[in-house]
T-cell receptor, first 115, second 109 residues
Framework: SAVISQKPSRDICQRGTSLTIQCQVDSQVTMMFWYRQQPGQSLTLIAT?????????ESGFVIDKFPISRPNLTFSTLTVSNMSPEDSSIYLC????????????FGQGTRLTVV | GQNIDQPTEMTATEGAIVQINCTYQ??????LFWYQQHAGEAPTFLSYNVLDGLEEKGRFSSFLSRSKGYSYLLLKELQMKDSASYLCAVRANDYKLSFGAGTTVTVRA
């Protein structure tokens, strides 16, 4: 199994600012994903972040708003840029390692409130 | 894309059994997951099905029928701590997960 450390666990930010969320895994993993969970909603995939390639974004999400880094096989960051109250959500990173594990593992999430 | 349906809410009594159904329509299938999520916390893995049939893990079991696009999660001997949201998620061939809206289970004493 993979253990994921995600930080910060929560933050309250002013609108117009940016927040970078870090995801550290205790083993090398091929695939990392970033999800958003808005209040009362289920999880929605933001982007896929695989090492050695540019992140690929889902419909409705763009790189300028959610830039992602994946410098190595154990680490990734997601930045929420120019925040507005609508960005208030829980952000979660997830990892999968095809051929090693069958399940997707999740970080503990970052609860973001934009005021 | 994926279309995943599950009931919004279910209520059951402590010690009882509850079955949460999930139906899906998918353009590619590479497994179905059930996750438990308590309020304010990250989802935790419960079960995984990729072949038809029943997978049993303690008090929790999950069933899959790929031809029918159908799964269920069975929770037995319900405990108060089982009150949570249960998420059905389908994995596509590119390993992306698509989640249902979640079923909130309330266990009453």
């Amino acid at each position: 199994s993979a253990v994921i450390s995600q930080k910060p666990s929560r933050d309250i930010c002013q609108r117009g600012t940016s927040l970078t969320i870090q995801c550290q895994v205790d083993s090398q993993v091929t695939m990392m994903f970033w999800y958003r969970q808005q209040p009362g909603q289920s999880l929605t995939l933001i982007a896929t972040a695989n090492q050695g390639s540019e992140a690929t974004y889902e419909s409705g999400f763009v790189i300028d708003k959610f830039p992602i880094s994946r410098p190595n096989l154990t680490f990734s960051t997601l930045t929420v840029s120019n925040m507005s109250p609508e960005d208030s959500s829980i952000y979660l990173c997830s990892v999968e390692d095809p051929g090693v594990n069958t399940e997707a593992f999740f970080g503990q999430g970052t609860r973001l409130t934009v005021v | 894309g994926q279309n995943i349906d599950q009931p919004t809410e279910m209520t059951a009594t402590e010690g009882a059994i509850v079955q949460i159904n999930c139906t899906y329509q998918t353009s590619g299938f590479n497994g179905l997951f059930w996750y438990q999520q308590h309020a304010g916390e990250a989802p935790t893995f419960l079960s995984y099905n990729v072949l038809d049939g029943l997978e049993e893990k303690g008090r929790f079991s999950s069933f899959l029928s790929r031809s029918k696009g159908y799964s269920y999660l069975l929770l037995k001997e319900l405990q108060m701590k089982d009150s949570a949201s249960y998420l059905c998620a389908v994995r596509a061939n590119d390993y992306k997960l698509s989640f249902g809206a979640g079923t909130t289970v309330t266990v009453r004493a």
